[in-house]
């Protein structure tokens, strides 16, 4: 049974999801102390872990957190300390962009959505190109290939801006969860007033997968 890795602190949502995912998911929990991420990439391969759950007590742990998961194979989950006592996950947020690494989120939300038995709710960017309704349109071969049910919204903005916008239209949805991508590189702005990821992390309360864009991703499960 693969673990999900769930730092050890003071917020009690953070141990109520990973209670929930490795009970949906047939996975086990095992809590880790924050001195453990300065190794968290050893760590991972040598515990086999499925994925990460972080608790954030305060914004400005965000950044640190981001730092420390960079090179992460596996996705890694923010949850406030604010979610509801009976969260479920009744609803997988799905914005995608116009970058070929965002297909990476497909089979994670495919198996979010076997799992939990919840539709996918993917948002659209309002883009001129057409790599983004290419992306989409793959991941729907995926979720057809299991039945899973799914709905695509024509978000108003672009691709450098649909995730933060799907964050923000369900930051209240309390039984939702939101899938982005991890900046690839951090520009001068990135570095100056902090990463897209950050900012959407701020700004929903709901929790909030990160996948980081790289091809040799540990698969979620089978």
């Known amino acids: 049974m693969r673990p999900i890795l769930q730092i050890t602190n003071k917020n009690k949502s953070?141990?109520?999801?990973?209670?929930?995912?490795?009970?949906?998911?047939?996975?086990?929990?095992?809590?880790?102390?924050?001195?453990?991420?300065?190794?968290?990439?050893?760590?991972?391969?040598?515990?086999?872990a499925a994925l990460m759950i972080i608790g954030l007590n305060s914004d400005k742990e965000i950044q640190n957190y981001l730092d420390k998961c960079r090179e992460l194979r596996i996705p890694y989950i923010f949850v406030k300390n604010d979610i509801p006592d009976k969260f479920d996950i009744n609803n997988i947020i799905l914005p995608i962009t116009n970058l070929e690494e965002e297909r990476e989120k497909g089979p994670f939300a495919s198996s979010f959505a076997r799992h939990f038995n919840c539709p996918i709710t993917i948002y659209q960017p309002n883009d001129y190109g057409s790599k983004a309704a290419t992306n989409i349109e793959a991941m729907k071969v995926l979720f057809n290939s299991f039945n899973l049910t799914h709905t695509t919204l024509k978000g108003k903005k672009n691709s450098s801006g649909i995730e933060f916008e799907a964050g923000l239209l369900n930051r209240e949805n309390a039984n939702n969860i939101l899938i982005i991508s991890a900046s690839r590189d951090y520009g001068l702005d990135d570095i100056i007033f902090g990463p897209k990821e950050r900012k959407i992390i701020k700004n929903t309360n709901i929790p909030t997968m990160l996948i980081n864009p790289r091809g040799d991703l540990y698969a979620l499960c089978d």
């Open 14 to 48: 953070s141990q109520h999801v990973a209670n929930l995912i490795a009970e949906r998911m047939d996975f086990m929990v095992h809590e880790i102390g924050l001195s453990d991420l300065n190794n968290i990439n050893t760590l991972v391969e040598e515990k086999d």
